[in-house]
């Protein structure tokens, strides 16, 4: 018995490396664990099971010793607004504006025309570090928090001409990601964070992201609109639930219960499914709103996909369920029964 319990607990071990590993896979530019990275997060215990442990790499670096007081940020915060001409107690709250608050990693894809669409992406607020939906002096904490981190960016020529596209995929967040719940540092998943704080999109966590926020404060977002052409008809339209809805998804929709905002440490990832289509052609963009204000901000690029079910295309890269195959060479016996 206690050999099938052990056989179990390996067969456990490997389903998680298995979703580990295939958690990694994702797009362009994506950091898969080497062997011996994974060999390095394999220790023994004292009762000789392997057990998972958090490598090295994943682990951060101490906070950077020049890093600046809140208070200093503030400062710096207090100036650029006075040179903006911008009252921080009454500029009034918008929708993200300017084309750099674009979402530039927007893809749609599809199983079959009965399924319908999936579109994923990922949000792009610029000066809203800390993710609570709105631009204000709270955004000033994550880039103490941060000071001095680094961005790798794609090359353009991968990036669909985006100059500032975090390399590898925004939900591998390494063996961290997966045994403590939150992403190890360095991981793809940590990139794309501190590439939200990174407002001026220079690859380094400095002075330089104060500026930002001067710019966009006050900006504000609560929901998206989705926008479709569909084959034969000459306009975009918004796609929602009800005729009186005025956006088409609540950012809260991936929120956790009770939650107020996504999780600070992961980018926060959405996606909407689009299930009244036919074969053809269809068209999509998305937009930022701010339901409060009534205010919609900048638009997505274009992104377009065919509805053919005799050829559908593949599915986009990401996390895949592990498959496991299990073999008994007896099925009955006398304890302990190896298997």
């Known amino acids: 018995m206690r050999d099938r319990i052990r056989a179990l607990y390996i067969g456990t071990t490997l389903a998680m490396f298995a979703s580990l590993l295939l958690g990694a896979c994702g797009s362009g530019g994506e950091r898969i664990p080497s062997a011996d990275q994974t060999q390095d997060s394999l220790v023994q215990s004292a009762l000789g099971r392997t057990v998972p442990v958090i490598p090295d790499t994943e682990i951060a670096p101490p906070a950077a010793v020049d890093a600046p007081e809140l208070s200093e940020l503030q400062n710096i915060l207090d100036s650029e607004l006075e040179r903006l001409g911008i009252d921080p107690e009454r500029e009034p709250a918008k929708a993200p504006s300017r084309d750099r608050n674009a979402v530039f990693d927007l893809v749609v894809s599809y199983r079959s025309t009965r399924s319908g669409a999936t579109l994923h992406w990922t949000e792009r607020m610029v000066g809203d570090y800390d993710m609570n939906g709105e631009v204000n002096v709270s955004d000033l904490t994550p880039i103490s928090q941060r000071w001095k981190y680094t961005v790798d960016h794609l090359p353009p020529q991968e990036a669909n001409g985006f100059l500032c596209w975090p390399a590898g995929h925004p939900l591998n967040g390494g063996f961290s990601g997966v045994l403590q719940g939150y992403p190890g540092w360095n991981t793809p ?53 009800g005729e009186e809805d005025t956006s088409s998804i609540p950012r809260s929709i991936r929120f956790k219960p009770g939650a107020t905002a996504p999780d600070n440490a992961w980018p926060y990832r959405l996606h909407y ?56 060479d007896v099925t009955t016996g006398d304890a302990p029964l190896r298997v």
């Open 189 to 241: 998943a940590d990139q794309w964070r501190t590439a939200r704080v990174d407002g001026d999109d220079n690859g380094e966590i400095n002075a330089g992201d104060i500026t930002p926020i001067a710019q966009q404060w006050h900006e504000r977002l609560d929901s998206y609109r989705v926008y479709r052409r569909a084959p034969g008809e000459d306009e975009f339209s918004m796609l929602r639930l």
């Open 273 to 328: 499914a689009d299930v009244t289509i036919q074969p053809g052609l269809y068209e999509y963009y998305l937009a930022p709103y701010d339901s409060v204000n009534d205010d919609e901000g900048t638009p997505s690029p274009v992104v377009t996909i065919n509805f053919d079910d005799s050829s559908p295309p593949p599915q986009p890269e990401g996390n895949e369920p592990p498959v496991i195959s299990v073999v008994a």
